[in-house]
């Protein structure tokens, strides 16, 4: 075992512990026994439109891929999302289910940094679509948030517009080149090589879809959608168990949410979910046993689409 793989393991087995100890303060300090015998409770009827849901929201992901990539089937791009749907629940960390789609799309069309830059542009109108609805949420939320707090949303949209649009403008777009150059001839690594060849494609190919907008433009409303659906889950799933959440209240703190889930810091986001969700829950009156209801079921889409994604993977590997 090399020195790589061995930081590696080290990395893996701290955040596996992240989310373990998280999971454990969580069991001692709330009645767990009451939120597990809540989820047992849910009736079928409930579960399987709850999981429709999921699916609808599985769909329009892989829409919204689609409408950056237009050229390639639809099977090869719910292929590699599948994958990657796997690769987030079982390794640690939703960087290694991105890494599973660029690979699956690559292997299979030999074009890697095309795949690279899609999945970062996809991301970031994704990471503006979440941005608005918390936007939307603040606007109409009641609560009597601290002014800073909403600062603080406001300006990661606006960062995030500026940096989605500022690659069209030319002195910006060759800055950036030229920074990845003079990085590239200061670090004179293998290591980083790669890094600033897929950098510098994702600053093409940007470019390439800020001269038609039209491509980010539905990127981000499908964006929206997603983001719309996943919000009706989560109403219905805190109606379904009585959890005074409002569709404005969830609108605003599932964005942040997602935004802390996203770290890699733990195990498919396990733990850090769960404590986000109990403490941002709390300042709006909701009980600590509740909001880890609504963190179970979140807990629950995620084992689902890795079941899918498994499913993909042992229908490929016997077909070959």
Not at 220 to 227: D, R, W
């Amino acid at each position: 075992m090399n020195k790589k793989q061995s930081k590696n393991i080290l990395y893996n087995v701290i955040k596996i512990a992240v989310s373990a100890v998280l999971i454990v303060i969580l069991y001692f300090s709330i009645d767990f026994d009451h939120v597990l015998s809540e989820i047992m409770s849910m009736s079928l009827p409930f579960l399987v439109i709850f999981l429709i849901i999921t699916m609808i929201g599985m769909v329009i992901e892989v829409v919204k891929w689609k409408v950056l990539l237009p050229d390639y089937s639809y099977g090869l791009l719910i292929k590699a999302f599948l994958y990657s749907q796997f690769f987030i629940l079982a390794l640690p960390g939703a960087l290694f289910g991105e890494a599973a789609k660029i690979a699956v799309f690559g292997r299979n069309t030999d074009s890697y940094d095309r795949s690279f830059s899609t999945v970062v542009i996809d991301k970031m109108t994704g990471l503006t679509g979440l941005m608005i609805f918390g936007i939307i949420g603040l606007s109409f939320t009641r609560e009597n948030l601290p002014p800073a707090f909403i600062g603080i949303v406001i300006f990661f949209l606006v960062f995030a517009i500026i940096v989605i649009s500022s690659m069209r403008i030319p002195v910006i777009r060759g800055g950036f080149l030229k920074l990845i150059e003079f990085l590239r001839v200061k670090i004179k690594t293998k290591k980083f090589d790669k890094f600033y060849d897929n950098a510098a494609g994702v600053v093409s190919t940007w470019n390439e879809y800020l001269i038609k907008p039209v491509f980010l433009v539905k990127s981000l409303g499908y964006g929206l959608l997603f983001n719309a659906v996943m919000l009706g889950q989560y109403v219905y799933v805190c109606q379904n168990f009585g959890i005074p959440a409002s569709w404005v209240d969830l609108a605003w703190m599932i964005p942040l949410v997602g935004v802390v889930q996203s770290l890699p810091i733990s195990l498919a986001g396990i733990g850090v979910r769960d404590v986000s969700m109990v403490a941002m829950f709390a300042y709006i009156g909701v009980n600590a046993e509740q909001a880890m209801i609504l963190a179970l079921c979140l807990l629950i889409v995620i084992i689902f689409r890795a079941i899918c994604g498994a499913a993909a993977i042992v229908w490929d590997v016997v077909r070959k």
